[in-house]
């Protein structure tokens, strides 16, 4: 389940954050907010919360506290490797859970545009520490090649579509009103 639900919610964290990107590259306009980029979105929200719900069950038999502190006599790489990857789990699913709880209109209309997108831009900030957390695990659980391939291609894929839209809106004709 665990597992599952990490691929599940990178693949829908991958495809809401190429959306923008891809209005640009195809000369569409971009607006704020989609309802399709919203739902994927919230449903990239829903399965890391199930993902660390899962997650947690799978290592310390319980002990909550055992991921996120680092005992006084091992502080090797698997260590430290184990707590980093854990603590950045825990602010994805925290900023995932702030994104899912203003993904309305109601909220957009609240915070008004400019509040709303600069809390919605925490999203890149989820997607680097999702990425980090999950190479973590990677090497951590000696994964095999080919999850390792999959998830380094959802990392490679964000980051050219990221890449692609920074330099189209950067070209993009400045628009003038009429």
Not at 107 to 120: I, T
Not at 130 to 143: D, N, P, S, T
């Amino acid at each position: 389940m665990s597992f599952a639900t990490a691929y599940a919610g990178l693949a829908l964290l991958v495809a809401a954050l190429a959306i923008g990107p891809l209005n640009l590259l195809r000369r569409r306009p971009n607006p704020t907010s989609t309802d399709l980029r919203r739902d994927i979105g919230i449903w990239a929200g829903v399965f890391g919360i199930v993902h660390t719900i899962a997650g947690l069950q799978v290592h310390m038999h319980g002990e909550l506290l055992r991921y996120f502190l680092i005992g006084s006599a091992a502080r090797n790489f698997d260590t430290l490797g184990f707590v980093t990857a854990n603590w950045l789990g825990l602010l994805s699913v925290l900023l995932l859970g702030v994104l899912v709880s203003i993904s309305s209109d109601a909220a957009l209309r609240v915070l008004g545009k400019e509040k709303w997108k600069f809390v919605q831009r925490s999203a890149y900030l989820v997607i680097v520490a999702v990425v980090v957390h999950g190479a973590l695990y990677q090497i951590l659980e000696k994964r095999r090649w080919f999850p390792a391939l999959i998830f380094s291609l959802l990392a490679i894929v964000v980051a050219v579509f990221q890449w692609a839209g920074a330099n189209a809106h950067r070209k993009r004709p400045l628009q003038h009103p009429d």
